[in-house]
T-cell receptor, first 113, second 113 residues
Framework: EAGVAQSPRYKIIEKRQSVAFWCNPI?????LYWYQQILGQGPKLLIQ????????DSQLPKDRFSAERLKGVDSTLKIQPAKLEDSAVYLC???????????FGDGTRLSIL | AQSVTQLDSHVSVSEGTPVLLRCNYS??????LFWYVQHPNKGLQLLLK??????LVKGINGFEAEFKKSETSFHLTKPSAHMSDAAEYFC???????????FGTGTRLLVSP
């Protein structure tokens, strides 16, 4: 089966600009996650969707980050405006359900100048 | 709150020698524990999981881990390292099965010929 697809793979922007990342989960996977992985750290959960509803966004900086999964399939994560500390790899993961193993995409590496 | 501590940021071994990556955890409940591997510029891949069944867990690629409640440890081992094992390894804990994964800071495994 095809894995979790993410794009772009790399993105370089200047601070205060906006950026968006896209994730296409594995077909049939109802649960979708976005993680932030800062260099030298483990991934940190930003938001979890179950179908098109938000299950957990407690660690999402909502003043600048937003995410949506309108039709319960693809998802986008947006940052507006970006700060230097947002430089990280953004990972998307999906699972058949919340009690099933997560499958990760290769991530989007974001660099803020 | 749950957390994991990976005791070594880097581990260097020679090809064909044993691998030991150390992890201690903290959890208020009966935890689920995982090891994930991340190759450069790739997403995370599940190596193995402990979910309150057998305390010795076998995973993919010859890796295994032992859950020791008395020591709150979940160390990852492999009898003989291969060059392809060079990667970043993350110990992960969850109080809710496969959801709300809490990652350690990672251990980089270096394998020399």
């Amino acid at each position: 089966e095809a894995g979790v697809a993410q794009s772009p793979r790399y993105k370089i922007i200047e601070k205060r600009q906006s950026v968006a990342f896209w994730c296409n989960p594995i077909s049939g996977h109802a649960t979708l996650y976005w993680y932030q992985q800062i260099l030298g750290q483990g991934p940190k959960l930003l938001i979890q969707f179950q179908n098109n509803g938000v299950v957990d966004d407690s660690q999402l900086p909502k003043d600048r980050f937003s995410a949506e999964r309108l039709k319960g399939v693809d998802s986008t994560l947006k940052i507006q405006p970006a700060k230097l500390e947002d430089s990280a790899v953004y990972l998307c993961a999906s699972s058949r359900g919340a009690t099933q193993p997560q499958h990760f995409g290769d991530g989007t590496r974001l660099s803020i100048l | 709150a749950q957390s994991v501590t990976q005791l070594d940021s880097h581990v260097s071994v020679s090809e064909g020698t044993p691998v030991l990556l150390r992890c201690n955890y903290s959890s208020s409940y009966s935890p689920s524990l995982f090891w994930y591997v991340q190759h450069p510029n790739k997403g995370l891949q599940l190596l193995l999981k402990y979910t309150s069944a057998a305390t010795l867990v076998k995973g993919i690629n010859g890796f295994e881990a032992e859950f020791k409640k008395s020591e709150t440890s979940f160390h990852l081992t492999k009898p003989s390292a291969h060059m392809s094992d060079a990667a970043e390894y993350f110990c992960v804990v969850s109080d809710t099965g496969f959801q709300k994964l809490v990652f350690g800071t990672g251990t980089r495994l270096l394998v020399s010929p």
